[in-house]
């Protein structure tokens, strides 16, 4: 991804009355600050906007607009269990964050990509998936 280049991709989302819904997600880089903007689409609706400092943390961002609306996005930046370093925010824009595992083991987890799509059931809320994540730091590596 080069500066202010836009990018996008179409993500599956599901509606609180089950409804399967498309968004639309684009972003692009904001120099020379080296920020994120990001717009989400459903159909007609307004778009929703959001810019933070990595790709992640602006997905859920725009995330949490959307479960105001009652939407929850079906990727891999939304599952309860996926959450990136330090290094995948700084060094990798936060395209890419890891799968943790409770009870925390000694491996390296799995990486995904986060706009790669994830079945509804594993899909969090953003609080949800942030508490995941500070359980899983506050655990140390391999205790059980």
Known sequence: MTADEPNE??????????AHLTCRI???????HASYRMTATIGESPAIEAQASDLFETLCLIRRQLE???????????????????????????LVAY????????ERPATVRIF???ARDVVATV????????????QGRGDH
């Open 26 to 32: 684009a972003w692009m880089t904001i120099q020379p």
């Open 68 to 94: 105001d609306q009652g939407v929850r996005l079906c990727c891999a930046g939304a599952r309860r269990d996926v959450w990136p370093s330090g290094m995948q925010r700084d060094m990798g824009q936060g």
């Open 127 to 138: 609080d949800e998936q942030r508490e995941f994540a500070q359980s899983w730091m506050a």
């Open 99 to 106: 799968v943790l595992t409770l009870p925390r083991v000694t």
């Open 116 to 118: 790669e799509p994830a």
């Open 9 to 18: 991709c179409q993500i599956e989302a599901v509606g609180m009355d089950g």
